[in-house]
């Protein structure tokens, strides 16, 4: 057996290279994304690994089909880039990797928030200048706040159990019901009454689509005055200008964002040297009443790790049974 894995970054090589060695199975590492032109050094490959932001073109699939390639296993959760009927017309199985740290993005999510509610990016900034002075910059405790948690899966339970920790009151809503979660009573009939109710309102949800924004200035109407927006799921969730307007004009406190809706190309990318055009983002970056980081709530080396070693594990698994545990229902 012999896979090929694209768009490897430096901090993930070792963790391939030792499965690689481990499973005695040859991995080809490439740097490069998984394109319609680069696929094609898959040629002689049984199965793709690969992980990426940008969009997953159609060709792509067209020529694994070709090469007789019927696996690709994605590093990452979110599959919300990849055409999944291209996938279905050249009978493709999927794999992603669901669970890599569910706590990595909730204990990030939690620091996030712990930064707006102490004011640190301010304090910070303030403190790089030597201005030691105390005000404006006092702070509002978790222990007194209602925290909803949109969507309950593995990353909105791992927060849950955080928050509950810090003694806020805890309320949560999703489409599905977890049975712990019923049990402790926290879910509340709908997405509305929980941002009616919230004093922070936590996004653990997948995207909805482009256009598809869950905050938004008619649902921000319906927010408690100066709530708190926290996201590190998927930056069209939230209608940016909105929140920003509203952060702006006094009804909300602020937002913490990892994910942005247009942050394709500038995440994880060091455009520190260029003319910056996303004249938005530029005004959340500089407004101490948000918290901008770019994608990094899952960059820990136990999740990075993890992404590498299960979607290695996934393939073989696919190659060897036909199946994984992890494999994408492409029909649902
Ligand atoms: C995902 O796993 O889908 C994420 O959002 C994290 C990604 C940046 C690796």
Redesign the pocket.
């Known amino acids: 057996m012999k896979l090929i894995d694209f768009g490897v970054r430096e901090d993930e090589k070792k963790y391939i290279q030792e499965w690689s060695q481990d499973n005695k199975i040859e991995v080809k590492i490439v740097s490069e994304l998984l394109t319609p032109e680069t696929v094609q050094w898959a040629k002689g490959y049984d199965g793709i690994v690969a992980?990426q932001?940008l969009p997953y073109d159609e060709k792509i699939f067209d020529t694994m089909n070709e090469l007789g390639i019927h696996v690709i296993s994605l590093?990452?959760?979110?599959v919300d880039n990849v055409p999944i009927e291209a996938l279905k017309k050249n009978d493709i199985r999927l794999t992603n990797?669901p669970s890599?740290s569910p706590e990595a993005i909730a204990e990030y999510s939690v620091a996030g928030l712990m930064a707006l509610l102490r004011n640190l990016k301010h304090m910070i900034r303030k403190v790089d200048k030597h201005d030691f002075n105390w005000a404006p910059d006092i702070g509002r405790e978790l222990n007194e706040l209602t925290v909803g948690v949109a969507g309950t899966g593995r990353i909105g339970r791992a927060a849950i159990k955080i928050y509950q920790g810090f003694g806020a009151k805890v309320i949560a809503f999703d489409k599905f019901h977890n049975p712990e979660i019923e049990k402790e009573g926290l879910y509340v009939d709908s997405l509305d009454i929980l941002l009616k109710q919230s004093d922070v309102v936590t996004l653990h949800i997948p995207s909805l689509g482009k256009g598809h924004s869950v905050i938004n200035a008619e649902t921000i109407s319906e927010m408690k005055d100066d709530a708190i927006v926290v996201n590190t799921?998927?930056g069209d969730l939230i209608n940016t200008k909105d929140l920003y307007d509203a952060v702006a004009n006094g009804k909300l406190y602020g937002a913490v964002m990892d994910?942005y809706e247009n942050e394709v190309g500038i995440f994880n990318t060091d455009l520190s040297n260029q003319e910056f055009s996303d004249q938005l983002l530029d005004k959340v970056i500089k407004s101490p009443r948000f918290i901008l980081t770019p994608?990094i709530?899952?960059?820990t080396t136990k999740a990075v790790k993890n992404?590498a070693t299960i979607s290695l594990n996934s393939m073989v698994d696919e190659l060897k049974t036909g199946k994984s545990e992890n494999e994408i229902d492409l029909d649902k």
């Open positions: 992980y932001q590093r990452n959760v979110g990797v890599y799921a998927r994910v994608h709530a899952f960059y992404m």
